[in-house]
């Protein structure tokens, strides 16, 4: 019985493009994986437990780019009807004049297609085709950190041209909605997931109904590493307020920078030491001691002591 619980009750393959298994370590080439993953096709297996597998293969340069957008009837498209919702809908998939049909895009922004000829056309008014996200402008991310931009303004699926850039996509999703997602643990160890990444990931989170961005528990420790072997690691996170500049934290190779557009309070209920292995410098208009601090305006309110350039205390 274990043995037919394992093995195959379904599976289903498209014979998908991909290259031939040669170039792997038994025929001289750099390893079985890369062959392998060449050889990739989709498929789906659900073996006698319910266990389902499924392969998603990566597209190639060349392949199709998936935009967000709703396909429509052509009429939509027509220059004499536009969007005219008077006019008398037969309820056709196509129109009289038999053209075919167009797209409503509804990305926000992203990389464009730079040949139009491979770009799905859009009604008239419907706007740019772009490669990009329903809800924010990813090529904006993060702009006051990456000025530069985090993605590609463009990509080219051009299929006779060699600068073609567009593979690498396996997956293309978009929810309308929310997502409640529950996921169970394993038994060896109680992962729940597992996400493997080879390249980076590029988020922008919208806020809830109390302007809230992430709300986050967690009821064992939180353990994050920044850099890995043989590289370096820089955290840096910048937090917008009233006016043009962010305040910054950063935390790199050259140590701590933490930069308050505002003011700044630091408060233990316990003790504070600040240990320095080299000079400690205190730098500001007035250095004050022993001042009642108003925490909510984040400020020095009374009863401070000056600090004079000798070092002596002078009370005000």
Request: hydrophobic share 35%; proline share 2%; aromatic share 2%.
């Amino acid at each position: 019985m274990v043995l037919l619980r394992r093995s195959i009750k379904s599976h289903y393959e498209i014979n998908s493009r991909k290259k031939s298994l040669t170039g792997g370590a038994s025929e001289g080439g750099s390893s079985i994986g890369e062959g392998a993953k060449d050889h990739s096709r989709f498929s789906v297996d659900i073996d006698g437990e319910g266990l389902t597998k499924i392969n998603i293969p990566s597209s190639s340069d060349t392949g199709n780019i998936p935009v967000l957008a709703r396909y429509v009837n052509s009429r939509a498209n027509d220059d004499k009807e536009k969007l005219d919702d008077t006019k008398e809908d037969k309820g056709e998939f196509r129109d009289d004049n038999r053209k075919d049909i167009r797209v409503i895009p509804f990305s926000s922004g992203g990389p464009s297609i730079s040949d139009s000829s491979y770009t799905p056309e859009a009604i008239a008014g419907g706007g740019t085709v772009t490669v990009g996200t329903a809800h924010h402008d990813i090529l904006n991310v993060a702009s006051s950190i990456t000025e530069g931009g985090v993605v590609s303004g463009s990509v080219n699926n051009s299929i006779s041209d060699t600068d073609a850039n567009a593979g690498g996509r396996s997956l293309n999703t978009n929810l309308d909605g929310s997502a409640e997602i529950s996921i169970g643990k394993d038994n060896i160890d109680n992962k729940s997931v597992v996400l493997d990444l080879a390249g980076g990931m590029i988020s922008h989170f919208g806020k809830d109904g109390q302007g809230r961005s992430i709300v986050h528990q967690s009821d064992g420790d939180v353990l994050i590493q920044i850099g890995g072997a043989g590289s370096t690691g820089r955290l840096e996170i910048h937090v917008k307020g009233v006016g043009d500049k962010p305040s910054k934290l950063i935390i790199d190779q050259k140590g701590l920078l933490l930069d308050i557009q505002g003011n700044g309070i630091i408060k233990t209920l316990g003790d504070l030491g600040i240990v320095a292995g080299g000079r400690l410098l205190l730098n500001g208009a007035l250095v004050t001691a022993y001042g009642a601090v108003d925490e909510e305006k984040r400020t020095v309110t009374a009863s401070e002591r000056l600090v004079l350039r000798n070092g002596n205390i002078m009370a005000f």
